[in-house]
């Protein structure tokens, strides 16, 4: 028995040993890679060739015969430093002249086991991929990244500190051939996607990576340490560049739409011809502006039932409002969808007078942006748009008199950033963003200045924010408010963490050209981490977070609830992702926008929610996503409980087709909420509500020039008040005493509510940046009180409502200033 003993001690005292030996190991290991990374760039002497390649994926060109050869990759991810057997190696060569960068790729590998599921751009799906980053200003900080994937599709970003924008598309050449020992890649990168200086000798930052599908495994030619910074951080040298000056960039994209529309037995038609434009005002500037605005084929937005106190917003469809914004999103000031959206103010009837035309969207006649970077990081962002008038229609019942109320004049919004970079990880910033209107109608003015500071050994970072807003109201008086965020956090090691204060006072308004949902809070938050950058013995990866937060008002200056949680995400050796979380609002939670009447709040108690997800390699042929949550309240006198799962199964057909189906469902049972007024108090019921989602995604990629795609989705939510209805006390209690009755109320509270959409896009690219996109369109939409119905009557009516069908073709055409100068000087 002590044999066994001392054994087993002995055993246990060896693993922990060679525990101790692995994190000595892996620490020295990391220490190793940051001593390479900080001191040891590698670097590529680029040579200018008289003959450019051809860019077809067949590397017999004579510049590549005698080019330098960038190779030794090393895994950064899911393991590090590892390097890859000679036969899955990567060798690189790069050329250039006075029009483009060019790279060759030649990614050695078997053949049978590179993966290349085709999809639609910017969009990595199941391929390999080759990724080529340039950093012109050699900053450490903005980089603009090539990638191409085993399918030949395309994806690019421009990328800051870290942060990727996929919406920024330029227009370049590359070819993919498969080979017997792997597949090769081909790049003409054109100067007109770069931003860069004019000096005579030019050194960029410059990085190459890979990535194995099928394993997830990533590779960089010069090492990259997860555990601290940014991948920016660690860039090698592209040395060489001589006598290169940036070209003329002006791109034109001239586009017509046609439009088909046909509603409940009327059709109308329109034919749109537009132009957007990007001109390089200086070497680091661009000019890009929308001339005549055409977002008819923006995708619809998931429209849900909101039973909650604050508004339902939608993501940024429209390509011109998503791409190259990121400097105008700094202090999350700007929210794009306000230009263009809903009328600020909605007509007033008078005696007798209904309202007949109600429109619900503003037109866009134009906008600008212009933004860029200095090669000694000062970033300037400046945009402006115009809407136009709008009126709502009203008729007179009795005399039938019409007349028309402006509902939105003619706008105009505004955003000017100025952002200071400096020691490769920090900024300083100042935001201003401006709506003025035409007229008596409300103007708004919000700035804000921002701090976002990193020590030089990237271990620390402090963020700070003071924002005031000033509205000029339209009774001529005008309200300033105020906002300030301050945090901490350590950001290497394996263990982390974090402390946030965040204040809004009750005038702070930022919602003219920006999204915030609520105001007046004083919020604290601290958050703790753990994650592994090594994987263990089954898992890749995993992370542990933790998190405890206590909710104030700003005014009056008191508590309304806190909470705390835990959550934890893994991703195995056979590439499942799983997790779960956690989070309680412990004790007495204090609502004062629940009851939407000022200074009364709405009191519920320690509620607890849950939830766990699986999802399966996405590698396989068949995966899934599923997650199950949960919510309970621990109150006496009430018995609430909320059950809802998604199931998202997944079949890779082919390389080229791609279909998945998503059924959510969510049942509450006895919440509680504010249901209406009577006689302006809020009324207050118990409810259960049930939601159902059904959704379909498909794609088609003939090549990576040309797909088909489908999106479905029927969305249902019904809503059931039991009686009798509840008033709110002022001790924020809810009473049943008065016996109010939903036959009492002035509205009926119980909703059933439905929506359905489906798109189908077919997209070629019939030449480089130049596009034919055809789409058709359905929706169908119902909302009624009639909570008894269900799922399968309810879908029977809305098939009952009238259908809107839409269909459009839409081309759109690239011309490149420079090759259209050069063709008309060899017509004249």
């Not at 895994?75 to 060569?93: H, L, M």
């Not at 030449?767 to 055809?774: D, E, K, Q, V, Y």
């Amino acid at each position: 028995m002590y044999q066994s003993i001392i054994s087993l001690l002995k055993n246990k005292a060896d693993n922990y040993t060679n525990s101790i030996k692995h994190t000595i190991t892996l620490g020295l290991l990391l220490c190793f890679l940051s001593t390479i990374a900080a001191q040891n760039k590698k670097s590529y002497e680029i040579v200018r060739t008289a003959k450019p390649p051809i860019i077809d994926g067949v590397l017999n060109d004579e510049v590549w015969k005698n080019t330098q050869i960038a190779t030794g990759f090393i895994q950064y991810r899911p393991d590090i430093g590892n390097t890859v057997p000679y036969n899955e190696r990567t060798e690189v060569k790069m050329s250039y002249d006075n029009k483009a960068i060019y790279v060759a790729a030649y990614l050695y590998d078997d053949p049978k086991l590179i993966m290349r599921q085709f999809n639609t751009r910017d969009n990595f799906g199941q391929a390999d991929f080759f990724e080529v980053v340039l950093n012109p200003n050699n900053d450490g900080i903005n980089d603009t990244k090539f990638i191409v994937f085993s399918s030949g599709n395309q994806a690019d970003a421009l990328a800051s500190s870290g942060n990727n924008d996929f919406s920024w598309n330029a227009v370049w050449d590359s070819a993919v051939k498969i080979k017997d020992d792997g597949w090769v890649v081909e790049m003409r990168i054109p100067y007109r996607t770069l931003r860069f200086s004019n000096r005579k000798v030019q050194t960029w930052g410059l990085q190459f990576q890979r990535q194995y599908r099928r394993y997830r495994s990533q590779y960089s030619w010069n090492p990259i340490d997860v555990t601290v910074g940014n991948s920016s951080l660690y860039h090698g040298e592209l040395k060489g560049l001589k006598g290169i000056n940036p070209p003329t960039r002006l791109i034109f994209y001239p586009f017509t739409t046609g439009l088909l529309n046909s509603f409940d037995g009327e059709t109308d038609t329109n034919l749109t011809l537009g132009l957007d434009v990007k001109y390089g005002i200086t070497e680091n500037f661009t000019l890009d502006a929308t001339l005549i605005p055409d977002f008819s084929q923006a995708g619809f937005d998931n429209l849900e039932l909101n039973l909650g106190p604050f508004e339902l917003t939608f993501s940024e469809q429209r390509q011109f409002f998503t791409e190259g914004v990121d400097l105008f999103n700094k202090g999350n000031l700007f929210f794009s969808r306000r230009i263009g959206n809903a009328p600020a103010e909605t007509a007033n009837t008078n005696e007798n007078e209904i309202i007949t035309n109600d429109p619900n969207v503003v037109k866009v006649l134009n906008a600008v942006k212009v933004s860029g970077r200095t090669k000694k990081g000062l970033g300037v962002g400046v945009f402006n748009a115009f809407t136009e008038r709008t009126t709502a229609s009203l008729r007179d019942t009795i005399t039938g008199k019409l007349r028309e109320e402006v509902v939105e004049p003619f706008s105009n919004y505004n955003i000017v950033v100025i952002d200071k970079q400096f020691n490769q990880n920090s900024s300083v910033s100042l935001v201003n963003t401006n709506v003025s209107r035409s007229g008596i109608f409300r103007d708004a003015n919000v700035t804000g200045l921002l701090a976002d500071i990193t020590n030089k050994r990237n271990t620390y970072n402090i963020e700070g924010q003071i924002k005031m807003s000033h509205i000029s109201n339209t009774d001529g008086t005008a309200t300033t408010g105020y906002s300030t965020e301050a945090s901490i956090e350590k950001t290497h090691g394996n263990f982390r963490y974090g402390a946030q204060h965040r204040y809004t006072d009750t005038k702070y308004d930022i919602n003219d050209m920006g999204l915030l949902l609520r105001n007046n809070f004083n919020n604290f938050d601290i958050d703790v981490s753990y994650r592994i950058f090594e994987p263990t013995k089954k898992l890749n990866n995993y992370r542990i977070n933790s998190w405890f937060n206590i909710r104030k008002l700003a005014s009056p200056n008191v508590y309304t609830g806190g909470n705390t949680g835990i959550s934890y995400r893994a991703t195995t050796k056979k590439l499942h992702n799983f997790g779960g979380s956690v989070n309680f609002n412990f004790g007495k939670q204090y609502d004062y926008f629940e009851p939407r009447q000022e200074n009364r709040f709405f009191i519920y108690e320690n509620r607890l929610r849950g939830e766990i997800s699986l999802s399966t390699n996405y590698n396989n042929v068949f995966a899934f996503d599923a997650e199950i949550q949960g919510r309970t309240f621990f109150e006496d006198g009430r018995d609430s409980k909320d059950f809802g799962f998604k199931l998202a199964p997944r079949v890779r057909v082919t390389d080229k087709f791609l279909i998945r189906y998503t059924f959510e469902r969510e049942k509450r049972k006895n919440d509680r909420g504010y249901a209406t007024k009577l006689n302006d108090e809020s009324i207050f019921g118990e409810r259960d509500r049930v939601t159902v989602i059904n959704r379909i995604t498909g794609r088609y990629n003939f090549n990576p020039f040309n797909a088909l795609t489908l999106t479905f989705r029927h969305y249902w939510s019904n809503v059931e008040y039991d009686d009798p209805m509840f008033t709110l006390q002022e001790n924020g209690r809810l009473t049943q005493e008065r016996g109010i009755l939903i036959s009492n109320l002035d509205t009926d509270p119980n909703i059933n509510f439905s929506t359905w959409n489906l798109d189908l896009n077919y997209s070629l690219q019939f030449a480089p940046g130049s596009f034919l996109t055809a789409l058709y369109r359905n929706q169908l939409f119902n909302v009624d009180d009639a909570s008894e119905l269900g799922f399968s009557d309810t879908l029977n009516n809305l098939f009952a409502q009238p259908i809107q069908h839409t269909f459009s073709l839409r081309i759109q055409y690239f011309i490149d200033y420079n090759n259209l100068k050069k063709t008309v000087k060899q017509v004249i």
